[in-house]
């Protein structure tokens, strides 16, 4: 079976896996990544649903009665074993890149003299 490349890595896609790897075996649900992100929710749900896919993501809903919440049931998001590994790794080919793009370099020192 051929190995997977996996999902574009673009800034969107790299800010929810750095947000599902500050704690990669706590369950997350959509808004907690999307605060954590930085993103709206029509941005986040793509991509969970992608990384879902690929099998690095699994999910499932909160058992509980909405009506006693006072809210709509969560759907709660954490990455498989396996997701943990390929999803470090996939940052840190995006980080790479970046870095190697002129201009891109982290900045150095505290500024002109």
């Known amino acids: 079976m051929p190995k997977q ?3 574009r ?7 929810v ?6 704690d990669p075996t706590r ?7 999307c605060n954590s992100a930085g993103l709206p929710t029509g941005t986040i749900h793509p991509i969970l649903a ?20 006072g809210r709509p049931r969560r759907r709660y998001y954490r990455l498989t ?18 870095t190697q793009l002129p201009g891109m370099l982290p900045q150095q020192g505290g500024g002109a003299a």
């Not at 890595?9 to 790299?14: F, R, S």
């Not at 896996?17 to 500050?22: G, Y």
């Not at 369950?27 to 990544?33: C, P, R, S, V």
């Open 50 to 69: 992608r990384f879902e896919g690929l099998g690095w993501l699994e999910s499932r809903w909160e058992e509980s009665d909405p009506h006693k919440q």
């Open 17 to 22: 896996l750095r947000a599902l790897l500050e």
């Open 81 to 98: 074993p396996d997701g943990i590994e390929l999803a470090r790794d996939a940052l840190a080919r995006a980080y790479t890149k970046v």
């Open 9 to 15: 890595m673009t800034l969107p896609t790299q800010l």
């Open 5 to 7: 490349s996996g999902p």
């Open 27 to 33: 369950e997350m649900y959509g808004l907690e990544i």
